[in-house]
Each structure stands twice: as structure tokens, then as C-alpha cells.
């Protein structure tokens, strides 16, 4: 039904910025689709964790700790989704995955039923 693949993950310096992108392909995403794309993350060792996320009409939530720092954005037109990530700290080295649902709640991870195969952000001191 839908394909997500991430790309834009790397190897950065602390204060540096990286940009995420998400191709979405298949049946669901669309221009006139209403859904909801979020960006989590899991640190080594840790649980998975929200990140951001974006209505198809634009609408974003983010975690506390991460507000003025990342911005998720989309493109519609492209059915690509972006997030923006500067002044990168080292506790923000994770596998960053992408992740598609239904609707325009932001949901839990639970209802996330399309997920890419992750990029990993590494961010040295």
C-alpha cells in the first residue's frame, strides 16, 4: 500500500545541521490524502521515541526537548517529507525512521502502520 525511504542521515559535528528526507510511494500517500507522517527516533539503548510530526494540512507537534531546534516540513506535491535538524547535540545520535498513518491524529507509535528502514544520525562531540 505504501513505501517509505528515508535518506539524509550521516555523520556530523556537534552545533552542525542535517536535513531528513521520507519518499513516500503507494496508494495511500498522497497530494489529497489525509494522513499524518511522524519522524521518530531511538537512541542506542533507549526506546523509540517521537520526534515530529505532520498533518497532510500541515498541522506539527514535536517533542518539548526538541521545539526551536528541528522543524518537519512536506511537500505535498512530491509526497516527500522533510525534518530539519540543527544545532545537533550528541544525544540526538539515533536511527531516525519515518512513519505513516492514517488520519490526521497524531496517534502512538501503535498506530504508525508504515515505517521506513530507518537513517542513522551520529553526532560527535
Known amino acids: 500500500q505504501v513505501q517509505l525511504v528515508e535518506s539524509g542521515g550521516g555523520l556530523v559535528q556537534a552545533g552542525g545541521s542535517l536535513r531528513l528526507s521520507c519518499a513516500a510511494s503507494g496508494s495511500i500517500f498522497s497530494i489529497n490524502t489525509i494522513n499524518t507522517m511522524a519522524w521518530y527516533r531511538q537512541p542506542p539503548g533507549a526506546q523509540r521515541e517521537l520526534v515530529a510530526a505532520?498533518?497532510?494540512?500541515?498541522?506539527?507537534n514535536y517533542a518539548d526537548s526538541l521545539k526551536g531546534r528541528f522543524t518537519v516540513s512536506r511537500d505535498n506535491a512530491k509526497n516527500m517529507v522533510y525534518l530539519q535538524m540543527n544545532s545537533l547535540k550528541p544525544e540526538d545520535t539515533a536511527v531516525y525512521y519515518c512513519?505513516?498513518?492514517?488520519?490526521?491524529?497524531?496517534?502512538?507509535?501503535?498506530?504508525?502502520?508504515?515505517w521506513g528502514q530507518g537513517t542513522q544520525v551520529t553526532v560527535s562531540s
Open positions: 505532520i498533518t497532510s494540512g500541515g498541522s506539527t
Open positions: 512513519a505513516l498513518k492514517r488520519g490526521a491524529g497524531w496517534g502512538s507509535r501503535a498506530e504508525y502502520a508504515y
